[in-house]
Structure formats: C-alpha cells, structure tokens
C-alpha cells in the first residue's frame, strides 16, 4: 500500500501490542519478546471484514476489550467494541461520523465531529448510553 497512517498510539497491554489504520490494512495484535513476535489475530484484506479501522484516535482497552472509533470518515465511521484477544467485533453503533474515546471511571466521554458528547457506560455486550448533549446548541 503506498498511501497509509498509523496515526494512532500503539496500545499495548502486556506483551501484546495492537497497530492499526483504515486505508485498507485494519488492525493486528503481535504478541513480543525482546527478539520475536507472534501474529495473535489480524484483519483480513477485504475492508468489509475487518474488524477495527483506526483512523485518528487512538482506542482504549478495559478487561480485554477494545473500544474506540474504527473508520476513516462519514459515512464509514462508527464507535466499536472488540475483543482485544480475537479481534472479533462485539458491537458497533450507526452514528457514521468520527469520535474520540476518553476512559472515566468505568465510563468513557465520546464526541464525536457533529459536536455530539454522549457518556457511555463500559459495557461489551451492548452501546449504554447514560446520556448525551449536542454542543452545537446555543
């Protein structure tokens, strides 16, 4: 691929380290010692089954779950629960713009590009929204 960005930070939990970008390449969990490295899961070729697509923000890992925005921009973007260990996708919500992930005491704060903050309690069976306000409104 001649064009891409990893412009996330690696997130690393113990010796397990996930990379990730949207232009065509997804995601992969590499397991690491000081002189090798082991493929733990990794998106296939086709976009369409891939699990997770990080553009800009970097995800966050709670108990072996990944939650973040996976997408390069609208209409493709959306927030993501996977598990960290497989890859395999959990959930994934219709809001088709991208956001930002911040981890609160067992909460994250989403906002995403439309000016849309919501509180989402941490959660990998489903999307629990706890609340949401629009900063667009005066």
């Known amino acids: 691929i001649l064009e891409s960005v990893n412009a996330i930070v690696p997130v690393v939990v113990g010796n397990r380290v996930f990379i990730s970008d949207c232009y065509e390449v997804g995601s992969v969990v590499l397991e690491v010692s000081e002189d ?6 990794q998106d296939p070729d086709n976009r369409r089954q891939q699990s997770f697509r990080c553009h800009w923000a970097t995800p966050i890992v709670v108990d072996d779950w990944l939650y973040g925005c996976s997408g390069r921009n609208e209409p493709d973007s959306d927030l993501r629960c996977i598990n960290f260990s497989t890859g395999k996708l959990a959930w994934s919500d219709s809001r088709r713009s991208r956001a930002s992930v911040m981890y609160v ?3 994250f704060i989403v906002l995403d590009e439309s000016g849309e903050m919501q509180l989402i309690r ?7 929204v706890v609340t949401s306000i629009d900063l667009h409104e005066p």
């Open 105 to 107: 005491d067992n909460h």
């Open 122 to 128: 941490v959660n990998p069976e489903r999307l629990e």
């Open 36 to 41: 090798s490295y082991k493929v733990v899961w």
